[in-house]
Every structure is written in C-alpha cells, then in structure tokens.
C-alpha cells in the first residue's frame, strides 16, 4: 500500500514490500521497502519513470539499487587477496551473478520527511561474499528535481572490493522509446560477449552507440556501458530523453562518483509488453565484471565508506 492508505484485513501484502511516498510542489517519488527501489517518479501528474504497478514484482531491475556492484559478474566467481569467491547465480540464462546482494532485501527507515527519506540495510556475509557492509540510501526532492546519495561502510575487519549503481527506466510518454530523442555523453562504449561481459573498449564514432548528439533512438537496440563521459560545468554527466515535440523532457545525471552510464533498451525483457517502453539509464560507480577486470573497482579499508549520488531533472520545469 502507499504511505498513508489503510490496510484491510484481507488485504494482500504488496510484493514489494511497504510503500514511502515523498513530495515536493508538483513532484512526487514512490520508493519500496524491498531493495529501498525507486518505484515511481511523476512530475504535475506525468510519469518520468518506466516503473511497475504496487500489485507487481519488480521487473527488469526497475528502480532498484544495485549494491556491492552493478552489472554481471562472470560465472560470479572472483579472487580477492588470493581467495576464490563463488557467488550465488542469480543470472542462470548467462551463467553470472548480476546487479548486487541488496536488491531484495528489506529496508528500514532511519528518518523522513515530506519531501525525503533515507533507509539502511546491513548486507552481513552470504556466499561468496565474507564481508559486512552497511548501506544507505536517501531519497531527496526539492525545486531542481530527485536526487539519490548511496553510502556503503565496510563494518568487516579486512577490505572488501565494492561497486554501486542504480536501474532506473526513463520514459517521456512515448509508448515506445523508438520515438524519443536521446543524448548520452559518452566517447567510449565496451562491447560485449553473449555473457554480457565487456570485451574491450571502442570509440562510438561511426557506430549506432554514438548519441553525443540529440537523436531519435529508433530502433537501435543497445545493453552496453558507455564511459569517458563529458561532463557539463557543474560536474555533472548528463543523460537525456526527450518527447519528439520536445515536451515532456528529462535528464538523468551523475556526479563524478559515476563514470559510467549503462545504456538499456530493454529488447531483452522477459516480458515482452514492457520492452522499449522505457530507457534504462544505469549510473554506475565501475565497468561490468570489475570484481574481475578492475575496471573502476573501488576498495573499501575496515571502517571507510563511499558515496556517491546521482538524480533526475525534469527538464520540461526548468
């Protein structure tokens, strides 16, 4: 149920959990109990975000955060200071671990506001992953749009590796992106192989990745990471999406904690009336695989934390 809504006795429990709604003038943003996800963000009544109704499961990744990494990890198998790790496969189809251990986990609420919350989750030891790390998320509205501050402190007694990132879906009202217009800010995208692992680096000039410019997505279909990222004055990487009339407009951005933005189509969905609906835009603190690569990976020392925020901007109100 929505924050505020009474339940009923012969009332099913929402799978994902409690509902928190926060709001600021014409903005509103749902986040879920369960992974503390982004389930909703609507501005003057308008969707901005591809999410999924309170009676669903998340699908997708939609709206979730994706803690202690983003992305696959090969075989979800690692080595860290000479130890092999196994993880759980939680991508079987491709053989990988995928988007973290946080996501399905509950949430509680450290404090609120109208227009904020944060929530707190400690991921203790599981398999393949010895490690105790202390998770926060705070959701924030106010008069330039959402943003969203992930801090992870390492709780254990040795240094762990870590990455973050998050899975939301923007939308501008298309039924389809196809129609929308996109830039992404990136000079670089990492090709992958049919595991989804990147296989090198290449340059998007003379590709179809190359969207630097403001373009109609048509009916490219892209699920690849893009890197080298140009940043406006504020120090902020900007993606954008489009209406093709204009309006409405939207833009996700990142600080410099992210240097990379997945890109997602959504050609692969298991369900196929939500593929394309909505663009993932995944800001995400290391490349995909970096508990292997090293690409981007982050070490955090017993007691130190990181953080990093990323947000979305309706652009049609500025």
Known sequence: MDAGEAATPDAGWPPSGRQFTISHGDQSALIT?????LRRYRVDGKDLLDGYAQDEMC??????????????IRHGRYVWEGQTEQLDLSEPEKGGAI???????????????ESSIALVHTQHACQGWPWVLECHLEYRLDEDGLSV??????????PCPYGTGAHPYLTVGTP???AALARVPGSVYLPVDKE??????????????????????????????????????DGRARVHLAHPDGSPAVALWSNEAYPYFEIFTGDTLPQEDRRRTGLGVE????????FNSGEGLITLAPGESHTGIWG?????RR
Do not use: F
């Open 149 to 158: 501050r992930t801090t992870a402190i390492n709780r254990s007694s040795t």
């Open 283 to 290: 800001p995400m603190t290391c490349a995909p695989d970096a």
């Open 176 to 178: 389809h992106i196809d």
């Open 312 to 316: 979305i901007e309706p652009k049609s």
């Open 196 to 233: 989804g692992i990147p296989t090198g680096r290449r340059n998007v000039e003379g590709t179809s990745y190359d969207l630097r410019e403001m373009q109609a997505l048509g009916d490219r279909q892209i699920d690849v990471t893009y890197t080298e990222l140009e940043r406006d004055d």
């Open 99 to 113: 988007h973290g251990l946080t996501r399905w986990a509950n949430w509680a609420v450290e404090h609120s506001s």
């Open 59 to 72: 699908t997708g990744a939609r709206g979730q955060s994706l803690i202690p990494w983003p992305n696959r």
């Open 33 to 37: 109990e369960v992974g503390a996800a």
